[in-house]
Every structure is written in structure tokens, then in C-alpha cells.
Nanobody, 123 residues
Framework: QVQLVESGGGLVQAGGSLRLACAAS????????VGWFRQAPGKEREFVAA????????HYADSVKGRFTISRDNAKKSGYLHMNSLKPEDTAVYYC????????????????WGQGTQVTVSS
């Protein structure tokens, strides 16, 4: 059974940083695209960032480009989202997900999802 467990969320002041981690179990992690999505209260879940299998290709939503960095460690079956210069509008539940292929920005492409971790940015 595949499990994704996120960690690293919390409360931070605007301008601060957090690092989210996503640990996977029971699958060939390196064969999957790692994606991060977020859902703010009252809003739909949205794409944040994705990183392809070898880690050489990354993609970001315009709203986080230049502030967030996605990475992965295939040996540890883990993905990471480094978030800098956080803003109150970054407040959301953040989810990691794994996809074998398809459009990396589309939720429907992702096969496995974590339970989410709350990130709250105070002004």
C-alpha cells in the first residue's frame, strides 16, 4: 500500500521560510513525478510545483516562482518544497502527490496523495 506522509508545516511570519517534506513508501519513487498542490480556505486546490523523475526538470506556478524551490531525493523516496519569502496568501493546506505521467499541473494526473500539512503565514 502506497503512503505519502507530509511534514514541516506550521505557523510562520510573513517573509519567513519553511521546508515541507514528503516521504513515500512501497513504490518505485524514482518513476514518479512529485507534485505539490495547495488549498486555501474557500478555494479550489491549485498546482504549486512539480519535479520530474531525475530532478532535472522543475515547474512552478507563477505565484510562487522565485520564492519556492522543489527538490527530491530518490534514494530517500522523499520530495521537498522549500518556501522562502512567505506571504499571507500562501496560507493553505499543502499536499504532495505522485504521478506516472500526464500533465503535471492537473490533479487528475496524480495517482497518490498525502494527507496534507497546514501552512499558516501571519502578517
Amino acid at each position: 500500500q502506497v503512503q505519502l506522509v507530509e511534514s514541516g508545516g506550521g505557523l510562520v511570519q510573513a517573509g519567513g521560510s519553511l521546508r515541507l517534506a514528503c516521504a513515500a513508501s512501497a513504490l518505485s519513487f524514482s518513476a514518479y513525478v512529485v507534485g505539490w498542490f495547495r488549498q486555501a480556505p474557500g478555494k479550489e486546490r491549485e498546482f504549486v510545483a512539480a519535479i520530474r523523475w531525475s530532478g532535472g526538470s522543475t515547474h512552478y506556478a507563477d505565484s510562487v516562482k522565485g520564492r519556492f524551490t522543489i527538490s527530491r531525493d530518490n534514494a530517500k523516496k522523499s520530495g521537498y518544497l522549500h518556501m522562502n519569502s512567505l506571504k499571507p496568501e500562501d496560507t493553505a493546506v499543502y499536499y504532495c502527490a505522485l504521478a506516472r505521467g500526464g500533465s503535471y499541473t492537473s490533479e487528475s494526473s496524480y495517482n497518490y496523495w498525502g494527507q496534507g500539512t497546514q501552512v499558516t503565514v501571519s502578517s
